[in-house]
């Protein structure tokens, strides 16, 4: 499958622009050059707990599958304790995948999925090199302090390109998990607790979405002042996610994907139409 059928209009075009900003190749090079990708894998190394076949299999397992349906290569999967959930993925020639203690806590096991899938669908749409840039400017210490305070007006145009391309990420979680766990994952990632995000109506909360937009556009002051909110955002609102991917579940391009790669509703794993339980993990099909 090719990221083109799941990446967000929005997503390619803020992308194209910002690769049209003059000077931003050279200084995603320097910024390269300087180590900062090397620095945060030693740091992956020495402070986290890296997944593997035998070490935490439970969680490992979870990404195999997801690489495989997304075709990718399959990045470093580290587990960071840490009492704040999060997930987040960093690097461009050496990709990793980072999940918080937090966050398996916090999740059920579809949600974590779709978690972990949403972090793959940034490799898969070719995210990585802008993604870890924005990483690098945002939380810029030290030797590469200098260079942030330079790239202020960049760093304003990657927070943007970043909004949108979390939205073909929750494409891709989507894709792996189906909307509903998806949608209660973004809930649940907004801070929402599991006795509430179990019972929410999603049409509704799309429709907030659709009513902040009209806010809006009712007059400049308001969008003015809604820019504003935004800038330093490096996500969207959890309303604005839920329907963009709830529009895309609903779209021609969706049902044909999900038609033309099937997969076990328990395992989450592909398989072949003729089967009648799941090769993989055994649950009549």
Not at 166 to 188: F, N, Q
Not at 223 to 248: G, N
Not at 254 to 280: E, G
């Amino acid at each position: 499958m090719q990221y083109t059928e799941f990446i967000h209009p929005e997503d390619a075009a803020a992308l194209k622009a910002l690769k049209a900003i003059p000077m931003l190749s050279t200084i995603v090079k320097k910024v390269m050059d300087i180590g900062a990708e090397q620095l945060q894998t030693g740091l992956n190394m020495a402070s986290k707990v890296k997944l593997s076949p035998t070490q935490l299999p439970r969680l490992y397992n979870i990404l195999p599958p997801i690489c495989e349906r997304l075709e990718i290569k399959e990045p470093e999967f580290y587990l960071e304790m840490n009492p704040s959930p999060n997930a987040y993925a960093f690097g461009d020639t050496q990709t990793a995948i980072t999940i918080t203690s937090a966050l398996v806590d916090m999740m059920s096991e579809e949600e974590l999925i779709g978690v972990v899938a949403h972090e793959c669908g940034h490799i898969a749409c070719r995210h990585m090199l802008y993604h870890t840039l924005a990483q690098i400017i945002a939380n810029a210490s030290g030797m590469f302090e200098a260079l942030a305070k330079l790239a202020v007006p960049i760093h304003y145009a990657l927070m943007y390109w970043q909004r949108k391309s979390e939205l073909s990420c929750d494409r891709a979680a989507a894709y792996i998990v189906g909307p509903k766990a998806t949608a209660s994952m973004l809930a649940r990632l907004a801070g929402g607790p599991k006795s509430i995000t179990s019972e929410l109506n999603l049409e509704e909360l799309a429709e907030q979405a659709d009513l902040y937009d009209a806010f809006c556009k009712n007059g400049l002051w308001n969008k003015t002042l809604q820019t504003y909110a935004v800038m330093d955002q490096d996500h969207p609102f959890t309303s604005v996610r839920v329907r963009e991917m709830l529009k895309w579940v609903e779209s021609e391009d969706y049902q044909n994907m999900i038609k033309n790669n099937p997969v076990c509703p328990h395992c989450h794993k592909a398989i072949d139409t003729s089967w009648k339980f799941c090769q993989h993990c055994g649950h009549k099909l």
